[in-house]
Each structure stands twice: as C-alpha cells, then as structure tokens.
C-alpha cells in the first residue's frame, strides 16, 4: 500500500465524542487495572483513528495547497482540533482518578501519569477564550511577517526569498539585502511592538488566572517539561555563556580571516565562504539514492525504515507549483507511517531533509507500536536529538553527497551548530525576561534584548542599522512570538547531538546502540530519563558542556579552512 491510497475520510466529531465519552465511563467504571488497561488502548486507538484523517488532510493540503477538497479538509480540521483537545483533558482527568493508577503504573511507566498532570496544569475551561485570543495574535503576526514585499534586484520578493541575496559573495548585495530585510521590520516596529505586547499581556493573565505568579512556569508545563525548570535552564546558559561564547567569537575570527575582512558587519555573517556554501552534488533523485544506500549501510533498522518509506512513497520532497513552503515530519498513526515533507532547492538544506527530517522520521517509525499514542514522539527538546543526531551518524557517506564539498561541508556542520547554540540561549533568556516582568514596555524589552546579544553574541556588530543597534533582531524570531520557550529545546539537543558526535569517534558500533535504545523509547519517558536510556549526560549538570565541548573544539581547531 502506497501513501496515496491511505484512505481520508472527515471524522464524524460527534459521533468521536460519543463513542470516546462512552468509553471513559466504561473506564471509569472498570472493575479492576486489567479492565482499565485494555481501555486506554481502546480510547488511543480511537484518537488514533481521528488524528491519521486530521494528519493526512494537513499533508494533502500542504502538497497541493490549490486542491480545494483538502483546502476545505484541513480547515475542518484546524476547526475540531480543539475538540479532540477537549476529550483528552476530559481523559487526562479520569486516569488521575484512577484507583488503580498503581498497576497501571507498572504496566505504562510514570510518564503518561506526568503528562496528564501537566496538561491539567494548562487549562480550566475558564482560560479558552483568552486562549483564542492567543491564538489569533499568532496569526496575525504570521499574516504580518508574510505581507513582506521587499523590492530586491528589480523583483519584489518576501523573507524567505532574501535569503540567497543576504548570502551573496558581493559585499554591497547582502549589505543591501540585510538592510532591506530587517528595513521591513523596522518599517512595521510599532506593529510588531503592539502584537507582541498584547500576546505576553494575554499569556500573563492566562497564568494568573491558572494561579500562577508569572508565564514562566506555565510556559514550561506547557512544553510539557516534568522534570527541570528555568533555574535548570539559567544554570545551562551560564554553562553556554562560559564554555562556548568563547569558542564562538574564535570561529567568528576564522569567517572573517576566510572572507578576507577587515572589519566583520551583521551583513557579513550569513556568508560563510567566498568559495559558496557547499552543495549537493546531483538531482533529488540521485540524492534519494545516495540516501537509500547510505540507510542500508547504516544498519538493519535503518534499511528497514528507508526501504518502508521509499516503497510506500511516504517521502514528498521536491518544490512544485501550489505546494506549501517548508519542511515537517508527520505521523499516520494508523497506518503506523512516518511522512516526511520538504522543498529541495539545490542547497545543503535538502541533505538536511535526508538526515535530519529522517532521524526524526526514524525514531517514530522505532516507536510505531506503542500502544498510547502520547508514547509515539516525545517532548520536543528529545525529538531533536533524534534529527540533529541522525545528521552526525550520516557523517561517513557525506563524501556521496557532496563530492569535493565532503569537508567543508563537515567543518560547516559543525561549526553553524556550535555557533547556533549560544544564539538559542539569547532567545530564552531574553524570554524569561519578558514574562518575568510583564509591564516592561517594548523599548525596555528592545534594551534588554541587545543587552543579552552583547553577552552571548559579542562579536556581533550592526553597523550603521539603528534599528538593529536599538534591539530589533528578535522580531524575526518567529518561535518568541508563536511559541514560548520552545527555542532552547533545540540547543539542549544540539548539546546532546555533540555527544553523539564525540561517542560514534570512540565506539561508531556503541553509540549507535544508545541511539537506537532512545528513539525505541519514543515518548515513554521524561527528557532525563530519555537521556539515562542513551547514556547521555545531563546538560544542566554543571561542567557538562565544557566537557562535550572539547572534542569538537579539538576537531575544529585542525581543519584548514583557508583552502575552503
Ligand atoms: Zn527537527
């Protein structure tokens, strides 16, 4: 069976919610653990069934964002998830219930019970209408940033398309593209200033009125994060701030010798070669094969899932007219399919989407047969290491891809990954200043974003851009405004994918059994005890870091990237 005969049919909502409500009165009602235990496979199977039709009317959409049957589709089900959320609160509250919650314990683990304790923690139906008002402020920031027409090279073009001019090998082209792009966000300030207050004001009285002091703590349950918390996260970036701030402005130093630069502007560092950034070496299909023989070489499991991705054609990688932007990963639940979506576009980005978007696709296919679907994928920071890992692992057949790119593409690799991180932590810090002092007024909060800059970016310069200067990055991070806290996630798995990186130079064979036994574990386990499961260390421990930090910077330090 291929994926275009994965059948779609509208869920019926109504007659969903009757059947899932008669059986969490069964649930409730059920005599013993054993009678419970065979209901919650029940409710997730039939969570399961309405989640494949809401999955698969998203990813027809997004293929072919014209086909007007599944435009209407994916708004059916932009409109009834909130409904299904719905259910499972009401889920969520019976199984704390439970009287048997003991056995059932032993039989799922902890973690579905530390889910549901945090999902409770982040609603009472009280909270739903300023809930949808949160959400429509992220709309319109979306709506916002795509209304972009930025008038380049005799075109009009939106952010994305700057990309590439921002990039360019003339200096006068990027210094323009840059001052043009960020031009639109300084054109709009008092916009984004105002939808942006309004969103940290609206997430402060949501908070307030769950009982909480600030957002803080609520935005971390609401990343469902069970087992550490912001002073965890400031004891990480004071690691961050010691261990790799340094390492960074040091590679910052080899860019600017590289591009032979006297003097290195905000402008100049999208560039990272005068030679171009490596690319693939071939058309998408050539690159699916590379990807085919390299996941058969891997190991067995990983031949496996490629092969079932392949046949079942659950890869839909190429740009083509009315297809959405971007790249996912998705999960047919009921057709046990991982589904992997992007737009190839000739730049190191599609190999990316072979390794990355595949580990990702990997660790859920590994976890496919956990019988509660909150089991399937884990909390977001361990699902990133899934895909960031699964870069490094890829390693070895790199020289398939990129021929006589193969070395500077690695030491590229590397060293965007470690230069990413302490960005990631002006991010989060700058969050937690935001929803730890929510009537700071937007000028405030621009000061102190350029503040945290200067800490964790310090060879950062903006030139004669004002706007920049005054603290205006940050309205291009697209995550501070649509999702709270979530950017540091993507650093503690980049920290956890150096590990990664450091164990397969010492033991390929052991390492890839730890990678193995954590993306089997899916989302059955919280973030540190996903981390005990791969005998990775804990990145809030202090000295952690400088520890993982070594290795790389010992590898980084040989390359000669003059010849790059
Ligand atoms: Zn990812």
Not at 4 to 12: I, L
Not at 101 to 119: N, S
Not at 518 to 547: M, Q, Y
Request: hydrophobic letters at 35%; proline letters at 4%.
């Amino acid at each position: 069976m291929k994926f275009k005969d994965y059948k779609y049919e509208r869920p019926n909502m109504e007659v969903f919610e009757t059947e899932y409500k008669a059986l969490l009165e069964e649930f409730k009602t059920a005599k013993d653990a054993k009678e419970q235990n065979h209901l919650l496979t029940k409710l997730s199977e039939l969570r399961n069934s309405v989640e494949t039709m809401f999955a698969l009317a998203n990813a027809r959409y997004t293929i072919d964002t014209r086909d007007e049957f599944y435009l209407v589709e994916n708004e059916f089900t932009d409109e009834n998830m909130p409904r299904l959320q719905g259910m499972l609160v009401e889920f969520y509250k019976e199984l704390l219930a439970s009287p048997y919650r003991k056995e059932l314990e032993e039989d799922w683990g902890g973690q579905i019970f530390a889910i549901a304790e945090t999902e409770l923690k982040t609603f009472k139906p009280e909270i739903l209408e300023l809930l949808q008002q949160e959400n429509k402020l992220v709309s319109e920031y979306k709506s916002l940033r795509a209304s972009a027409e930025i008038e380049m090279d005799g075109k009009i073009l939106n952010l994305a398309q700057m990309v590439p001019y921002r990039q360019s090998k003339d200096r006068e082209v990027r210094k323009e593209a840059s001052a043009k792009m960020f031009g639109f966000f300084a054109e709009n300030e008092a916009k984004f200033d105002d939808l942006y207050d309004r969103m940290v004001k609206i997430r402060h009285k949501i908070a307030l009125e769950l009982g909480y002091e600030n957002y803080v703590e609520l935005g971390y349950y609401r990343m469902t994060r069970t087992d550490y918390n912001a002073s965890d996260v400031a004891g990480y970036r004071k690691q961050v701030a010691e261990t790799l701030v340094p390492m960074s402005v040091e590679l910052k130093k080899r860019q600017q010798k590289r591009l032979g630069l006297a003097e290195f502007k905000y402008y100049d560092e999208p560039i990272n070669f005068v030679s171009g950034n490596p690319t693939p070496k071939g058309t998408p299909e050539f690159l699916v094969d590379c990807a085919k023989t390299m996941y058969s070489e891997m190991s067995m499991e990983t031949k496996e899932f490629f092969d079932f991705m392949t046949e079942r054609e659950l890869m839909d990688l190429e740009s083509k007219a009315g297809k959405a932007g971007g790249g996912y990963c998705t999960f047919f639940a009921d057709y046990k399919s991982p589904f992997i979506f992007s737009n190839f576009n000739g730049t190191s980005g599609d190999v990316d989407v072979l390794t990355h978007e595949a580990g990702h696709a990997f660790q859920v296919f590994q976890s496919r047969n956990y019988a509660l679907s909150e089991y399937v994928w884990p909390t977001l920071e361990a699902c990133e290491i899934h895909s960031m890992s699964m870069e490094f692992f890829a390693w070895p057949w790199m020289d398939k891809f990129f021929k006589e790119d193969e070395a500077k593409y690695k030491f590229e690799h590397l060293e965007s990954a470690l230069n990413f991180i302490p960005y990631g932590v002006t991010v989060d810090e700058f969050q937690h200043f935001v929803y730890e002092n929510p009537e700071a007024s937007p000028k405030e909060r621009r000061a102190k974003w350029r503040e945290i800059e200067k800490k964790y970016l310090p060879y950062r310069d903006y030139a004669d851009n004002d706007f920049l200067e005054n603290g205006g990055f940050w309205f291009m991070q697209g995550h501070i405004f649509s999702r709270p806290f979530y950017y540091i996630d993507y650093t503690l798995a980049q920290v956890c994918a150096f590990e990664f990186w450091n164990k397969q130079q010492e033991n390929r064979e052991e390492a890839w059994e730890d990678y193995l036994r954590l993306c089997r574990a899916g989302g059955s386990k919280s973030f540190l005890d996903l981390l005990k499961v791969a005998n990775l260390h804990n990145p809030f421990k202090d000295g952690t870091i400088a520890e993982i930090a070594k290795p790389i910077k010992a590898y980084l330090d040989v390359v000669d990237d003059s010849k790059f």
